[in-house]
């Protein structure tokens, strides 16, 4: 593979936000319309997600530490690919929660590898923010070039076509991973299993003994939670407001807004995205987005919510990968973002199960509203750790 690495790097995630996006976009629709699903149903089964990403997230991340970033990247593609085509071929609720379950197994090979491996590629700490910042972007453009491309497939061809279709294309993807070379990382050659306990330790120590990590942390425990569940709940209350509007030309539009949205918010903050302003201003924005939508009386103000609230959502996760990555040693890398990651399906499944109880018990419009006051104490926890 001849072309930089950065480059390498920006259009893999592209590639990735292409398939991934998209497929998830006709997804949330067949999971609504075709497998009928309820509320409840479809929070649990992002809970259940997050229980086994929740227990495979650190292994596989020190796995990564210890064997492969590369290779680690490559079983995700086989396994993501393997669950995407599966969930489009069922459609009892057993049988989606194991699909799905599946689909949190392979994050958990991908996350923290990603960023370890072109962190550790590149060699150059100034310079990976910067493909960090680029490759967010892509994964923007690249969820619009998904939502239009997959979306318009399943307008075309059906829902199961199109599901299946980028399964098997998140499949092949891997094989474009399988060529990046992996110069920097060196595998341990022995006592792989104590070698891991240390950097399981190592990182950890580095966790703990930090308040602006533990602020991130704490912060992504409440944000995670409340993006799963938003994420899995809007639909629903958008399709309650407009029964009659076809869902899928609907959550392709807004989609591709809250991308191009995306973009131009990083390109806007790239200068300060290492600090603690840019994650709270996130946190605000998405809280009078979740709000907003719990007392929108039409389809308008609706749709102008989620805008608000998911186009702001995934920009924390950004904002606090950086922070965590630019306060992290090159060994223990790949260990912290997984360690980050488990932070995340921790709280899917904590702020996830009290999200669906509440949906369950009293309705959308005090979930959502409890939503929003968890991404305004996120917001105050990472405020007062601005250093």
Not at 105 to 132: M, N
Not at 139 to 150: D, H, K, P, S, Y
Not at 356 to 361: D, H, I, M, Q, T
């Amino acid at each position: 593979m001849t072309a930089d690495l950065g480059t390498v790097y920006v259009r893999w995630t592209w590639c990735r936000a292409v398939l991934h996006r998209g497929w998830w976009l006709v997804t949330s629709v067949y999971l609504v319309v075709d497998a009928q699903l309820g509320a409840s149903q479809l929070v649990f089964i992002g809970v259940a997600q997050a229980v086994v990403a929740l227990v495979f997230e650190v292994p596989a991340g020190v796995v990564a530490d210890t064997l492969s970033r590369k290779w680690s990247l490559v079983v995700s593609h086989v396994l993501m690919g393997a669950a995407m085509l599966a969930t489009a071929l069922v459609g009892d609720f057993l049988s989606l929660l194991a699909t799905q379950m599946l689909w949190g197994l392979s994050w958990t090979f991908a996350s923290g590898a990603d960023v370890a491996w072109i962190s550790d590629e590149l060699d150059d700490p100034a310079r990976v923010p910067v493909v960090l910042i680029r490759a967010e972007q892509a994964q923007l453009t690249g969820t619009v070039a998904g939502l239009a491309g997959v979306g318009g497939l399943a307008w075309l061809a059906g829902r199961t076509t199109a599901m299946v279709l980028a399964g098997a294309a998140m499949s092949l993807l891997g094989l474009y991973v399988a060529a990046f070379p992996e110069r920097r990382f060196v595998p341990v050659p022995a006592r792989r299993w104590s070698a891991a306990w240390s950097i399981l330790v190592r990182g950890s120590a580095l966790v703990r003994t930090s308040p602006v990590l533990i602020a991130v942390f704490a912060a992504t425990f409440l944000v995670s939670g409340v993006a799963d569940a938003f994420g899995r709940l809007y639909p629903l209350r958008l399709v309650a407001l407009a029964p009659a509007v076809d869902p899928v030309l609907w959550f392709t539009g807004l989609g591709v807004l809250m991308c191009l949205a995306g973009v131009v918010a990083l390109s806007f903050v790239q200068a300060g995205l290492g600090g603690a302003h840019p994650y709270v201003l996130a946190c605000g924005v998405a809280a009078v987005g979740v709000v907003g939508l719990a007392f929108a009386p039409d389809a308008f103000s609706g749709s102008f919510a989620v805008l608000l609230a998911a186009g702001a959502l995934p920009l924390t996760r950004t904002f606090g990968t950086l922070r965590v990555n630019a306060r992290t040693a090159g060994a223990v890398r790949a260990t912290v973002h997984s360690l980050l990651a488990q932070a995340e399906y921790a709280g899917k499944i904590i702020c996830g199960l009290a999200i669906a109880l509440v949906a369950g018990r009293t309705g959308m419009l005090v979930a959502l509203t409890a939503c929003g006051a968890l991404l305004v104490v996120a917001a105050v926890l990472v405020r007062r750790q601005s250093g």
